[in-house]
């Protein structure tokens, strides 16, 4: 007899041709196509996937944690193999495992990492996967913003203005900046986002190290006492959920 039981997934996603991770009224999403592909495996409509968090239109995941609960008797590497070839081929569920029916892909998440790429130097065969910039760029000045961001701060300036959450209070555990030649990335740790947070930190800190605003404008933005500086957003192309981290 089939047991209802918890399963993980950590999935891998181009999110080029998404309108983002969450299913929304109309238009291709990658928790969509997912549920969807569940639907048709194990024939019912009672299917709900959890996610670690969600990405919005055009933004990549190397490692997107999810769960799902459901009644079966399938092996995960059938269920594995199922999915997989049920789904675009810009999306793929790299694991597949049961775990304690407590898992909760979002709730128990401690640590997100994300990554942001950039490069000075345009590639057709990496246009979705990079902002190609024009700047001349401070790395100095890049590395300066990237320590300010370590620690807790009111990102309330770095997120969407129609964001509803109550607290726009975050911890950020690791920010920093690596450069080889001319391309670059961005790493980021924190126990949560806002909307559109990580893009709005990268456009902001490449607007500084080009001279447009100094080291005491971005600080000030970080404690949303600034309401004179316009924050930009980076594309959303460059941006990777790249990892999470759970409690042992």
């Known amino acids: ?7 993980k997934l950590i999935i891998e996603y181009d999110g080029t041709n998404f309108l983002g991770w969450q299913v929304q009224k109309s238009g291709r999403t990658v928790q969509g196509e997912i549920e969807f592909a569940f639907r048709k495996i194990f024939n019912t409509n009672k299917i709900s996937l959890i996610a670690s968090g969600r990405t919005d239109s055009g933004v990549h995941a190397k490692a997107q944690y999810a769960n799902i609960k459901l009644m079966t ?35 128990n998440a401690k640590i997100r990492e994300y990554r942001y790429f950039i490069t000075d130097k345009y590639s057709p065969l990496n246009r979705n996967k990079e902002w190609c910039h024009s700047y001349d760029l401070d790395k100095e000045l ?36 690596n450069f080889n030649h001319g391309s670059g990335n961005y790493v980021i740790k924190a126990n949560r986002y806002l909307q559109h947070m990580v893009r709005y930190l990268v456009g902001t800190m490449l607007e500084v190290s ?3 605003y100094s080291i ?19 594309p959303a192309n460059g941006l990777f959920l790249w990892d999470v981290i759970y409690d042992q």
Request: with cysteine; proline share 0%.
């Open 142 to 177: 890049l590395k300066k913003c990237s320590d300010l961001i370590i620690g807790e701060h009111n990102f309330s300036r770095f997120c969407k203005a129609s964001s509803d959450v109550k607290s726009k209070i975050c911890h950020i555990y690791e920010s920093e900046w």
């Open 73 to 107: 008797d399938m092996d995960t590497k059938q269920i594995q193999k199922a999915i997989n070839g049920n789904i675009g081929k810009d999306v793929y569920v790299k694991i597949c495992e049961f775990v304690n029916e407590n898992f909760h892909a979002r709730f």
């Open 210 to 212: 080009r001279g447009r």
């Open 1 to 7: 007899m089939s047991q209802k039981k918890n399963l």
């Open 216 to 234: 005491t404008q971005f600080k000030s933005l970080l404690n949303d006492k600034n309401d004179d500086i316009m924050v930009f957003r980076a």
